[in-house]
């Protein structure tokens, strides 16, 4: 089935700061290249049938080309994000503004999280990451005004400091993950609910190859990411690699870029 996508053009990216250990601002980023695989990416998305709706990007957040970590849309419910740094504090209203202005029901979050960078939707329950960025008590806030339930996950390595940047939902009932990512309890967890999950391998991890988004049939995926575009191509998807290298300077990849709409107001 199409999905619908809100994405917001790479205008003002930059890595001026750190807040993540991929960033380096020292080293600088190149705007031009990263809105050229931004482009790719939104042409791939439309390209297997998909809708893409955008954002205006705001001058002054270089990092609001995240769309993801802006908020969680559940049944056409959208649980607003409230950012753990002070840097990308103003992209949290500007999205729930978005969705205010269209007649989403929104709710403004009073506890720490950044949307769905760590929140991810399957069908019958919601993954929630911990640790890094997203207070645990946003997990059942987030519950409470969503009506789903919500499993917590708490993420041990701060390469991975999102819960999309070491798992990935293939479709509504099964996910690929790197273990490693996570607390030895969260560990379990995974196995118990995914028993045929794809476990992807370190060097797939560090080139954020999980910071994927799937439709259930198509896996656009980080292009460097080779055994995991092996390991999904012998289960059946269709790999649509893409070079977002530019981007992950600031620690995204496909995913960070892709808030998914789900539900229309």
């Not at 705001?58 to 607003?80: H, T």
């Not at 740094?85 to 950044?114: D, H, I, K």
């Not at 790197?178 to 967890?189: C, H, I």
């Not at 191509?233 to 893409?242: C, D, H, L, T």
Request: aromatic share 10%; net charge negative.
């Amino acid at each position: 089935m199409p999905k619908h996508f809100l994405m917001c053009r790479p205008d003002h990216f930059a890595v001026e700061y750190a807040i993540n250990p991929w960033m380096h601002p020292e080293s600088g980023a190149n705007r031009d290249l990263a809105v050229r695989q931004w482009e790719s990416l939104k042409a791939a998305y439309e390209e297997l049938g998909h809708r893409v709706s955008l954002i205006d990007p705001i001058e002054g957040l270089p990092d609001m080309v995240f769309a993801a970590n802006g908020a969680l849309v559940v049944d056409g419910r959208v649980y607003g994000a409230r950012f753990a740094f002070p840097q990308r504090a103003a992209e949290g209203p500007a999205y729930l503004r978005w969705f205010a202005e269209r007649g989403y029901p929104t709710l403004e979050a009073s506890r720490v999280n950044e949307g769905e960078g760590d929140f991810l939707t399957l069908d019958d329950v919601i993954l929630a990451g911990t640790g890094f960025r997203t207070d645990v008590v946003a997990h059942q806030e987030a519950q409470e005004f969503l009506g789903r339930p919500v499993i917590s996950l708490t993420l041990v390595d701060p390469r991975f400091y999102h819960l999309d940047t070491a798992l990935f939902p293939l479709d509504g009932h099964n996910v690929a993950y790197y273990p490693e990512a996570f607390s030895p309890g969260s560990r379990e967890v995974l196995r118990r609910m995914f028993p045929d999950a794809v476990l992807a391998t370190a060097e797939d991890a560090e080139v954020l190859g999980l910071n994927a988004v799937s439709d259930g049939t198509n896996v656009v995926v980080n292009a460097e990411a080779s055994n995991l575009q092996l390991q999904l191509k012998r289960r059946g998807y269709e790999v649509i690699p893409v070079d977002l290298s530019e981007l992950r300077k600031a620690g995204g990849g496909p995913k960070c870029c892709t808030l998914e709409i789900r539900g229309e107001n």
